[in-house]
């Protein structure tokens, strides 16, 4: 009885106990629930920390590509050389976040590459600079027509010091231009300052731009030779009436605002009618040729040699005075009366011959077409002198008032 009565006061305390460890277990069933969920949360919050910061990569890596498109509508778009210099330059430092790079175009004779724009180069490494074909990384690139990528300008032989940048060591990428997806015109070269700072994604893309700048470059130089074209005369090539008229304006702009001189010379053949009427006008153009040819062997490359009409010519002669332009003017004269022409000795005294007027600003005038008009009379007054000779002193009345 007494076991009996023992056993039964011990239920109540095993339940108890039972009931206990039943919610301890769903406390801590619980609890677990919780970390795991607050894991679940720490581990979402990471990822979205991930997605953040890939969205920001995204959203940069976008903005970049529309500065890119931006950037390459506006270069297409351009027409002048020196602004699509300076646009190309942007859109290699927008594209490649690199702080030294160039553009280099080959010369006239294909054999030089010569700097035409850069940024972050030392002062003797910036335009002008050149390279012969084939030499250095950017000399043999404008060669074979392949891009190049050096992961250590330090350990590569072939990268020079004239390859214009301020480091010789780290990465450097040089890419072609091309036209026509054929022709090399030049290269664009970049460098960063750590080895191994490109890779080969930074190539195509260097290399897309490449092909952008090489495109807005072709039409800006058919655009350049086009209104070169239309600024020269179609027998001689030299320049035509309305380019000179529009070269003196500037210079009396330039002259006046800086206190400059320079002169005006207007010549005429002698006689040139007979010439003409004795060996045809076939004759008489290849005459017209062979004294503009003339004409630009004794000037300047800042000279501007025009044909004004006929057998007149005029050559402005910048920062040149009276004095110095007489001389320019003999040796012009001298030039073609010593010249072998066909038929020259029907011409009077066996020769062909030019007469010249001078003029002078500001010492006879300020006024363009005042300018023309006394070079003209001076030219007349010559003529009445018998003409082959230099002339700055208008005759009274003279020729009428040429214009434009």
Known sequence: MERAAGGEGARPNDTALQQRVRELEAQVQGQAREIRAFEK??????????????????????????????????????????ELFRLALHLIGRSLHVDAYSLMLLD????????????????????????????????????????????DASAESRFLEQECFPQQHGSFICVPLRIKGREVIGVLNAQKPEPHGFSLGDMDLFQAVANQVAAA??????????????????????????HFFDNLEKEIQRARRYRRVFSLLMLDLDDFKGYN?????????????????????????????????????????????????????????AAVEQYSFFGRETQPGGRLTVTLGLVTYPVDSEDGLEL???ADRALYAGKQQGGN????????????????
């Open 108 to 151: 006239e004779a294909g054999e030089r590459l010569v700097v035409k724009a850069a940024f972050g180069l030392p002062e003797d490494g910036g335009p002008g600079l050149a390279l012969r074909l084939g030499e250095g990384i950017s000399g043999l690139v404008a060669q074979t027509g392949q891009a190049m990528l050096v992961p």
């Open 41 to 82: 949360i720490e581990v979402l919050q990471d990822r979205s920390r991930e997605l953040e910061v890939e969205n920001r990569t995204l959203q940069e890596k976008v903005a970049e590509l529309h500065t890119f498109l931006n950037l390459s509508k506006t270069l297409s778009a351009t027409l002048n050389m020196e």
């Open 372 to 374: 023309v008009d006394l």
């Open 389 to 404: 000779r230099v002339s700055d002193s208008p005759a009274p009345g003279g020729a009428p008032l040429r214009s434009t």
């Open 217 to 242: 470059l072709e039409n800006a130089q058919l655009y350049q030779r086009t209104k070169e074209l239309s600024a020269r005369d179609d027998l001689t090539g030299l320049f035509n009436r309305r």
């Open 277 to 333: 009427d004795t060996h045809g006008h076939l004759r008489g153009d290849e005459a017209l040729k062979e004294v503009a040819r003339l004409l630009l062997a004794n000037s300047r490359r800042a000279d501007v040699v025009g044909r004004f009409g006929g057998e007149e010519f005029v050559v402005l002669l910048p920062e040149i005075n009276k004095q110095g332009a007489a001389v320019v003017a003999e040796k012009m004269r």
